[in-house]
């Protein structure tokens, strides 16, 4: 296999589409957020990566292998621009074979007339979140005010220590290639996988490109997640030491 290999499975004319990217990352906010426009609008598989800087394994699923890759889908809504949507399972295991994925990544979007780019993910706070603010960074004074617009935050300083992996790579390459570039980034704890978080960057994209989809799905998800913390809280409350353990353990 060569190092990235492309599998072309259908080629649709798309009208003006931009490129969102959702794979994994902190809470997995960009990969929910991607699964959630996949779920809810009708979408055509148009491409496989495939890379030697994949991970080696392949997933199984009813019994059946599929050797790790990336996936693109073509997405043509009633309202709202075309959206090429790029999902996967893993990122790169090495810093080449980042630049090299993204490299093949945009050179698909070009093959599409891209003219727009999304990254998705999540920004970890290190605390459970109430209020899901989403922030930007963006390769264009013109493309923030239009985020700015439509709700991002713009944070001096913020993401700390910048975006890493596709998500920022897609920023950095997209710049050098004069294509309008943007990352939405989500609060989120970054201990759990976050729908909620998901939805607020989802709805962010929804006012810029202009889509409609439900969240119906993503909020049962988000109830299940509550649960789950809910349930941690009070495993976490019940072994807390009492005060008295506390003066023991200070006095021995």
């Known amino acids: 296999m060569d190092e990235f290999d492309i599998d ?23 990969k929910l957020a991607a699964e959630h426009l996949l779920e809810e609008l009708d979408s055509e598989l148009v491409r496989r990566v495939y890379s030697t ?8 699923e009813d019994g059946r292998t599929q050797l790790a890759c990336a996936e693109f889908h073509a997405v043509t809504p009633e309202e709202g621009r075309d959206m090429l949507v790029l999902t996967g399972d893993h990122q790169a295991q090495d810093n080449e074979g980042h630049y090299g994925l993204t490299t093949t990544f945009l050179d698909i979007g070009a093959d599409f007339g891209v003219e727009e780019v999304y990254a998705l993910g999540g920004v970890p706070t290190g605390e459970l ?14 493309f923030g005010d239009r985020l700015t617009e439509a709700g991002v935050e713009f944070r001096e300083d913020e993401p700390a220590g910048g975006i890493v992996g596709v998500s920022g790579l897609l920023l950095g390459l997209s ?5 309008p570039a943007a990352c939405l980034m989500g609060e989120t704890s970054g201990y759990l996988v976050d729908p909620k978080s998901a939805q607020a960057v989802l709805e962010i994209l ?46 021995g």
């Open 175 to 179: 710049e050098r290639r004069d294509t």
């Open 53 to 60: 800087h994949f991970p080696p394994q392949v997933s199984v």
């Open 129 to 142: 979140v109430e209020e899901y603010d989403v922030l930007g960074a963006t390769t264009t004074d013109d």
């Open 206 to 251: 929804q006012e810029v490109v202009g889509f409609e989809v439900e969240y119906e799905s993503l909020e049962e998800r988000a109830d299940e997640m509550e649960e789950v913390v809910r349930k941690i809280q009070q495993m976490e409350e019940q072994n807390a030491p009492s005060p008295a353990d506390e003066d023991l353990r200070y006095i």
């Open 8 to 30: 072309v499975l259908a080629d649709p004319a798309l009208d003006e589409p931009v490129l969102v990217e959702g794979l994994p990352g902190v809470g997995h906010v960009g």
